[in-house]
């Protein structure tokens, strides 16, 4: 007998790609595993930029969010460690004669 090897699908990385259009709020959703009131309260307060395309933006709002948006967006979320500032050295202090 021989075995017969099936195709391996590859990884998952649809939601991983980049759409040229932009990130819809689904798109965010299944990406971070968080619901969408968490992505809608992230454009409310401006930490993530998008845009509404909606025909009637007094309705239900479109968002798209653009993947440079998103890159950013989790360049400033990262866990990665601040850098430590830069310490301040103390100047030499001048010499003081008090006895002339």
Request: charged share 30%.
């Amino acid at each position: 007998m021989t075995a017969v090897t099936l195709p391996t699908r590859p990884p998952d990385t649809a939601d991983q790609a980049e759409p040229a259009r932009g990130f819809t709020v689904a798109d965010l959703c299944r990406r971070w595993k968080v619901g969408a009131d968490k992505i809608h309260g992230f454009l409310r307060k401006g930490e993530l930029v998008g845009v509404n395309l909606a025909t009637n933006t007094s309705g239900r709002p479109q968002w798209r969010i653009p993947p440079e948006a998103v890159r950013e967006f989790e360049r400033r979320r990262t866990s990665a460690p601040t850098p430590k500032p830069a310490r301040r050295r103390r100047r030499a202090a001048q010499a003081v004669d008090y006895f002339a």
